[in-house]
Every structure is written in C-alpha cells, then in structure tokens.
C-alpha cells in the first residue's frame, strides 16, 4: 500500500537536539504503523524556517519514513523576517521524480494572481530553491510540488501551508486550490495522472471549485478521542485545539476513474508528532493512494 504524508513542522529550524530526536523517533514508527507492506513514495513538511540547519536535519527525518532525496524550496516570506519559509519535499528511492516545482502568490492590484515556477533543473538548483520568483507578495505561502513516477503513473504532488493570521487571506488562498491542481496537472511530464495536495490549510475541508480549473475533493479525517496526558488534545481535527486543518485534495472524486492499481484515497491522521513543543500543535495526516 502507498501512502502520501504531510506534516506542519512548527517553525522548525532543525538546530534543537531533543525536538529532531522526537521527531525522529516518531517518523522511523510511520510505516510500522502504516502497516508491514506500506510505502510512502512522497511526503511534505511544512513551516520549515531556514534551509542551512533544517536541510540535513530534514534529510535525516525523512529518511526515517523511507524518503531518500529531500529538497527544501522557498514558498514565501514574511515581511521583515531574516530569510523565507520552505516546503521539504521527500521523494523514496523507489520514486523517480520527474519535476519538481512551485507556484507562488501575487497579492497585487487587488486580486490574486499565481506565479507557476518550476525548477530549472533536478536537482533544483541551490540559487532557485532558497529565492522566490519576482513578483511574489510578502506574507503568503505557495505551493511547492513534485512530479513523480508512482507505480508507472505520473502522479502531482503539492503541499501547502496557508497563513493562518488574517482570515480573509487563508479563504483567498484556499479558493485557488483548483488553479494550483491546474498549474501542476499541465507539467509535460504529467500525462493525465491524478493531483493530490496536501498541508496545512487553516480552513475547514469543502470542495473548492473554479469554472476555469473543475472541482477538487477534499480527503480529510479528524482524530478519534484521545486521552488527555501528556498534552490536553480534543478530538475531531488534526490539531490540539481540535480544528480539522490538514487533509488532502485531489482533482478526482472518489467515483471517478483512478489509473491502474490507484485506489479511491483514504485519508488517515499520525498522531504520535501532536506533541508541543516536543514537536507540533498538528498531527501528521496520510493519505493512501494505491
């Protein structure tokens, strides 16, 4: 069985030794946990806070859920912060990539407008990755992605971290997912496979749909009762406080055709990184796709 996985790191900069340990320790049980026959080809960590520290230090975590090529791309920036926020993004050595790319946001004049930048070369390049396209506005977070061989289909995978501060911009932002799923679904190399995109989106799970771009399902699940100890967690959601925040979208419902060997997603929470501050406020979410 074949599962993606996402997980909002919490301002993680990878230079503190007890929280990489307990990060570690619960990323090497994902696949016991998952199940004996489980693989996870691609995963995402997100709100990633500098690529020096945090690059062989997510190297080494991903690596424990079977992630062997790591890259960590900026996806936006806040306004008078040091240096951008990057996406990890894992794929097994069983996962040729074929791309690897972003879209960024342009908050100007008044609407939003997508900035599509795929990586100039793979591996991407150390210049690209830890600089954002011109044109991207301050305080917003795109999508990074890859494009990956799962199984003999060419499959899109994008995370996401939507700002949480300003209510209006994370509903903006969530609307878009459809032109997103779009953007990574015309990459040459895509030949019709299936979209997913997972993360952190600080709305609540709907469809999103854009006349331009079709409809995009969410795949979500909350967490069931958990006892209390060592943290207070309500149950429902995919944080502590109980807000069903990170799930999954894909451009096909659960009806629709699904390439060989696919399966309808099945979306399922990790609870052992919901652990703050060992680790985060969000648990890790997979999603099976074969």
């Given at each position: 069985?074949?599962?993606?996985f996402h997980?909002?790191?919490?301002?993680?900069g990878?230079?503190?030794?007890?929280?990489?340990?307990?990060?570690?320790?619960?990323?090497?049980?994902?696949?016991p946990?998952?199940?004996?026959?489980s693989?996870?080809p691609?995963?995402?960590?997100?709100?990633?806070?500098?690529?020096?520290?945090?690059?062989?230090?997510?190297?080494?975590?991903a690596?424990?859920m079977?992630?062997?090529?790591?890259?960590?791309?900026?996806?936006?920036k806040?306004?008078?912060?040091?240096?951008?926020?990057?996406?990890?993004v894992g794929?097994?050595?069983?996962?040729?990539?074929?791309?690897a790319?972003?879209?960024?946001?342009d908050?100007?004049?008044?609407?939003?407008?997508?900035?599509?930048?795929p990586?100039?070369?793979?591996?991407?390049?150390?210049?690209?990755?830890?600089?954002?396209?011109?044109?991207?506005?301050?305080?917003?977070?795109?999508?990074?992605?890859?494009?990956?061989?799962?199984?003999g289909?060419?499959?899109?995978?994008?995370f996401?971290?939507?700002?949480?501060?300003d209510?209006?911009?994370?509903?903006?932002?969530?609307?878009?997912?459809?032109h997103?799923?779009?953007?990574?679904?015309?990459?040459?190399?895509?030949?019709?496979?299936p979209?997913?995109?997972?993360?952190?989106?600080?709305?609540?799970?709907?469809?999103?749909?854009?006349p331009?771009?079709?409809?995009?399902t969410?795949?979500?699940?909350?967490?069931?009762?958990l006892?209390?100890?060592p943290?207070?967690?309500?149950?429902g959601g995919?944080?502590?406080?109980?807000?069903?925040?990170?799930?999954?979208?894909?451009?096909?419902?659960?009806?629709?055709?699904?390439?060989p060997?696919?399966?309808?997603?099945?979306?399922?929470?990790?609870?052992?990184?919901?652990f703050y501050?060992?680790?985060?406020?969000?648990?890790?979410?997979?999603?099976?796709i074969?």
């Amino acid at each position: 069985m074949d599962y993606l996985f996402h997980q909002n790191m919490r301002v993680f900069g990878g230079d503190a030794a007890a929280r990489n340990q307990a990060y570690e320790v619960a990323f090497a049980q994902l696949r016991p946990t998952l199940g004996a026959a489980s693989n996870v080809p691609i995963g995402g960590f997100t709100e990633i806070v500098n690529n020096t520290t945090a690059t062989a230090t997510m190297q080494m975590l991903a690596g424990r859920m079977g992630l062997t090529t790591v890259y960590l791309i900026a996806c936006g920036k806040t306004a008078l912060a040091k240096g951008p926020e990057y996406v990890a993004v894992g794929a097994s050595a069983a996962t040729p990539i074929l791309a690897a790319g972003r879209i960024a946001i342009d908050a100007s004049h008044n609407k939003i407008t997508l900035i599509h930048d795929p990586a100039p070369a793979l591996p991407p390049p150390p210049g690209w990755c830890k600089t954002l396209p011109p044109g991207a506005t301050l305080d917003y977070r795109g999508v990074v992605y890859l494009i990956a061989n799962v199984g003999g289909t060419a499959i899109a995978v994008g995370f996401l971290h939507n700002m949480y501060t300003d209510p209006n911009t994370r509903t903006l932002i969530a609307e878009q997912i459809p032109h997103f799923g779009a953007l990574m679904a015309a990459e040459p190399t895509m030949a019709g496979g299936p979209v997913y995109i997972g993360g952190d989106f600080n709305v609540l799970p709907i469809p999103r749909s854009l006349p331009a771009y079709g409809l995009y399902t969410p795949y979500a699940i909350g967490i069931p009762a958990l006892p209390p100890p060592p943290h207070p967690i309500k149950p429902g959601g995919t944080t502590a406080a109980g807000n069903l925040y990170d799930y999954w979208y894909s451009d096909r419902a659960p009806a629709e055709p699904w390439p060989p060997g696919f399966v309808s997603p099945v979306a399922g929470v990790y609870t052992p990184t919901l652990f703050y501050p060992d680790m985060s406020d969000h648990c890790g979410v997979v999603l099976r796709i074969r």
